[in-house]
């Protein structure tokens, strides 16, 4: 496959993903929207916690399943024994959700010491876990209609659950975390469906698949990758356990409430870019496609990050408490600083999955992990010593450092293999955007009485951003 194939590969890869998107980030807001408005400020604490336990124990047990699979399936493909990597994907990840299930329950039990839902995370869990699962063989195949239709089954599902709990059941976390349930379960079925994977498991012929050094193969590729994904998610959220354990409530709500409806809003920009361009970066490597190829795609990716991320940063600093207020409510307002350092962590984390791909497309996810558990075990000491004190302006700070050292070492050891270089001049000129930005709406416009002036500033500066993007461009002109 030349460049060029690859190319627009990954522009239209990127266009394709887009609808896979468009409904979670819609129903991510919605879901921020009527929680907000459902729970109290000490449930939507608990709500936090809940869900930050099972985002960390998900990805302990199956953080492996997309690199596994995306790295192995076109050795498997080639050999036409796809069905054998499904199955012992399938084994593993049972045989992993038991050791998972254990210590979430125990982790959730000391939190809250409740059964019913501890119960129904076990469920939650188990959902989540197999939906990605499933999606790793879709975007392996690269089969993203089937995706987008289980993403928007999902989504649906949960709107129209979340809006029943609104109306009828407030105060209610048990109809929550069920209505949550509901929808992946449902949406995972869907996929199963539609992937024949019921056939395949129930096929008399399913047991001879089972091959242990199948299974011992891609756990060892893969286990490394669940210890990374544990690590970095704990650095990223592991602050709303140690919350609940400290019992800190000032602010807790207010952070979790933005942080969540950031992740799910920025994960419409940042999720299409890297679910297309991961399994062609792998191809590009395993083809033997010139590393300057490879280099120019992960430049590219991150340029076009930066250029999405600054128009957020402007916005953040101009318009961001005003905004805030009309999704959540003057209740869960949170300060723009604050939030400002929230949205930089979570680009900072985005950038980290391509400048550790050197380390990734070689194998040495070994070394990924090692750096994370590091970063994460100077991020726990770090946070027990200062949380206690500063509360949740001091987890947001240890987060943005958490975030800058993992980038700086994996990029470290990345570049040796792939380097990839951003001119400074680029850098310099986004980086002047949203400090004039911070300027302007801390010295100048300092009251909400200039608020159209703010908009037209926004607006100004995202047109200039967008419109003088090389990259954007360019798979604008791809996809066209």
């Known amino acids: 496959m030349n460049k060029q194939s690859h190319e627009n590969n990954l522009n239209k890869d990127v266009l394709k993903y887009l609808p896979v998107k468009i409904l979670p980030a819609f129903s991510g807001l919605l879901t921020i929207y009527l929680l907000t408005r459902t729970l109290s400020m000490s449930l939507y604490s608990n709500y936090a916690f809940l869900t930050a336990i099972i985002l960390l124990f998900g990805q302990l047990i199956s953080g492996w399943i997309n690199s596994s699979v995306i790295f192995f399936y076109p050795e498997y493909a080639v050999n036409n024994s796809l069905d054998a990597l499904k199955l012992n994907v399938i084994a593993l990840q049972l045989m992993l959700y038991v050791i998972g299930a254990i210590g979430f329950a125990i982790t959730c039990y000391i939190g809250l010491e409740d059964f019913s839902i501890i119960l129904i995370g076990l469920l939650l869990l188990l959902s989540q876990t197999f939906l990605n699962l499933l999606y790793s063989f879709l975007q392996a195949e690269r089969r993203v209609f089937v995706q987008i ?13 979340l809006s029943i709990c609104f109306y009828y ?14 929808s992946y379960f449902v949406a995972s079925n869907y996929v199963m469906y539609c992937d024949k994977i019921y056939g395949l498991i129930l096929d008399k012929r399913s047991f001879s698949f089972l091959d242990f050094s199948i299974g011992k193969k891609i756990l060892f590729y893969g286990l490394p990758v669940c210890v990374w994904f544990f690590a970095s998610q704990f650095y990223a959220i592991g602050d709303r356990v140690l919350f609940k354990y400290f019992n800190i409530h000032n602010l807790v709500g207010n952070y979790a ?5 950031s992740v799910g809003l920025s994960g419409f920009i940042t ?86 791909k050197g380390l990734e497309v070689t194998g040495r996810t070994m070394l990924m992990a090692k750096i994370a558990l590091t970063v994460a075990f100077l991020s726990l000491i770090l946070n027990i010593f200062f949380i206690p004190m500063y509360g949740v302006k001091a987890a947001v700070l240890i987060s943005v450092a958490s975030q800058i050292i993992y980038c700086a070492a994996v990029y470290h050891f990345s570049k040796e293999i792939i ?4 001119s400074y001049i680029f850098i ?47 798979m604008v002109q791809t996809i066209l």
Not at 149 to 156: A, D, K, L, R
Not at 419 to 422: F, S, Y
Request: proline share 2%; glycine share 4%.
């Open 257 to 261: 409430a933005f942080r969540d409806l």
């Open 419 to 422: 380097c990839i270089k951003i």
């Open 271 to 356: 999720m299409p870019l890297l679910m297309a361009s991961h399994p062609i970066i792998v191809q590009m490597w395993k083809t033997n496609v010139d590393i300057a190829e490879i280099e120019k795609v992960l430049t590219q990716n991150i340029k076009l990050l930066l250029t999405f991320f600054t128009p957020i940063f402007i916005g953040i600093f101009l318009v961001g408490d005003w905004v805030l207020t009309q999704v959540v409510g003057l209740e869960y307002l949170l300060d723009n600083n604050l939030m400002f350092l929230v949205v930089f962590s979570i680009f900072f984390g985005t950038v980290s999955m391509y400048l550790h």
């Open 149 to 161: 239709q289980s993403t928007s089954i999902q989504s649906v599902i949960q709107i129209i659950g």
């Open 428 to 474: 310099y000129k986004n980086l002047f955007l949203i400090l004039c930005a911070w300027f302007i709406s801390n010295y100048i416009l300092i009251t909400d009485t200039f608020l159209v002036i703010r908009v037209c500033i926004l607006l100004i500066s995202a047109i200039y951003v967008l419109l003088s993007s090389k990259e954007l461009k360019e």
């Open 169 to 182: 059941y407030k105060e209610n976390l048990y109809f929550v975390m069920g209505v949550l349930f509901l």
